[in-house]
Nanobody
Framework: QVPLVESGGGLVQAGGSLRLSCLAS????????MGWYRQAPGNLRELVAE???????NYADSVKGRFTISRDNPKNTIYLQMDSLKPEDTAVYYC???????????WGQGTQVTVSS
């Protein structure tokens, strides 16, 4: 098991910033995909930002230019810097780590982000 523990969520006013962290209990370099997803009440879980296989980064259109994903491999941690937050960013944010060989797919427990208008 490589538990993922998210932190950094909270309540912020619109226009504010938060930085989420996802700490893995083991090395993250073996994962083909690591990223952030979110789920708002009544909605499906959706991609926010990820490091995909091949080293590229992908962002949801709704967060481009406002959110930045980064990683610190020696610290086994990825981050999500969220700026210019909007009420529609309110959701539970989950960290995900996916390895293809052998196939393993881990999710963190989630951290709540609430943006007030």
């Amino acid at each position: 098991q490589v538990p993922l523990v998210e932190s950094g969520g909270g309540l912020v006013q619109a226009g504010g910033s938060l930085r989420l962290s996802c700490l893995a209990s083991g090395s993250i370099v073996r994962f083909n995909v690591m990223g952030w997803y979110r789920q708002a009440p009544g909605n499906l879980r959706e991609l926010v930002a990820e490091f995909s296989s091949g080293g590229s980064t992908n962002y949801a259109d709704s967060v481009k230019g406002r959110f930045t994903i980064s990683r610190d491999n020696p610290k086994n941690t990825i981050y999500l810097q969220m700026d210019s937050l909007k009420p529609e960013d309110t959701a539970v944010y989950y960290c995900r780590a996916l390895a293809l060989v052998p196939f393993t797919n881990y999710w963190g427990q989630g951290t709540q982000v609430t943006v007030s208008s």
